[in-house]
């Protein structure tokens, strides 16, 4: 919990400044700059090869702070905001629905908010290949389906401490064969679900022998031979977890924890199997190829990262910066 709140914390007093320069810009921006303080001399180096398309605040958008974002095979973003929404977005920056509001009933949400500024609220959204709209409703103890259209299908898990229950959701992630992944913040576990909503798995809850499966759990996605990507912030790795169950990789990130932003936090993963982990508060994002070399840097002086890039179905690339803003992006990678 300790680096979680952290990166929160960082990002939500970024995001306080942040409020003096609102509005939409459509203008591309090139993500490039002096870094002052970089995570290590290899990463002074390195291309930025990032560029800015375009800059959604949640004051264009009508929102209120932006705690998660995602993209679904129809290309619109998904997001969740302090308001206990979720609203759906054009890639061009139009809000197309809204569902949602407080409570604890079917497409009602208590999102946990771990400090006064709700820039730290605690709503994780993934969207599956299907295009059902997975919630983490973190307050209520459970996990809402809802189709893309917002009604609601049905619950995932209920609050309390049991087999398939939850006592503090976030992250979360679907594959292609509907199986649904949570992470429970408070329990430090990590459990895989069928589309049925029976446990597959459990991992993680400090029972592990391999320190690496002992932590807090940030989903990062699902690479191109289906394991799943996971960012263990208390041990600075990233792993791979495979169908069962079983980590089958993991390699350290290039910025520890004592570095400028406290190390890495937040990662996601592209088709081409490169992986993009963000760090902890204003550093920077640093891009890792399949074979988990270094190759690219997000500098942190350019709109810190507070959601790695999303990719969606025709290359379309989106993050969400430390701000509150939704950014559109352009992103060529080096040649390998």
């Known amino acids: ?16 400044l942040a409020l003096l320069a609102a509005g939409c810009s459509g203008n591309a921006v090139t993500a490039t700059g002096a870094h002052p303080g970089p995570a290590s001399a290899a990463a002074q180096a390195l291309p930025s090869p990032f560029t800015i ?46 569902w949602g509001k407080p409570g604890s009933g079917p497409g009602e949400f208590r999102f946990i908010a771990l400090g006064p500024n709700p820039a730290a609220t605690m709503g994780k959204i993934a969207v599956g290949p299907d295009g059902k709209v997975y919630v983490s409703d973190s307050g209520n103890g459970r996990v809402q389906v809802f189709t893309p259209q ?28 509907g199986n649904v992944y949570v992470a429970d913040d408070q329990t430090e576990t990590l459990t895989k679900f069928s589309p049925a909503g029976q446990v597959i798995w459990q991992i993680g ?37 495979d169908s069962a169950g ?5 390699f350290s990130p290039g910025f520890p924890a004592s570095s400028q932003g406290g190390g890495a936090c937040e990662a996601t993963v592209d088709t081409a199997g490169n992986t993009y982990v963000s760090s902890c508060g204003p550093g920077p994002t640093l891009v890792y190829d399949r074979a988990h070399r ?10 810190p990262l507070f959601v790695s890039p999303v990719f969606g179905p025709n290359g379309e690339a989106f993050a969400l910066a430390a701000d509150g803003s939704i950014l559109k992006l352009h992103i060529t990678l080096p040649e390998a």
């Open 1 to 16: 919990m300790e680096a979680i709140t952290t990166r929160l914390a960082v990002a939500a007093a970024a995001a306080c």
């Open 53 to 98: 398309m375009a800059r959604y605040t949640p004051a264009s958008l009508g929102l209120g702070w932006l705690g998660a974002l995602a993209i679904g095979p129809d290309g619109n973003l998904y997001v969740t905001d302090h308001s206990q929404r979720v609203s759906v977005i054009s890639p061009a920056g139009t809000v197309l629905r809204r």
């Open 150 to 177: 917002g009604r609601f299908v049905r619950q995932l898990g209920s609050y309390g401490s049991g087999k398939g229950q939850f006592l503090r959701p976030l992250e979360l992630m679907a594959d292609s064969a």
């Open 205 to 241: 809850g400090g029972a592990a022998g391999d320190p690496d499966l002992n932590g807090h759990f940030n989903l990062a996605g699902i690479d191109a031979h289906g394991r799943l990507v996971v960012v263990n912030d208390d041990q600075q790795r990233i792993l791979y977890i």
């Open 246 to 250: 079983h980590k089958v990789d993991a």
């Open 294 to 303: 270094l190759i690219a840097k997000w500098p942190g002086t350019i709109s």
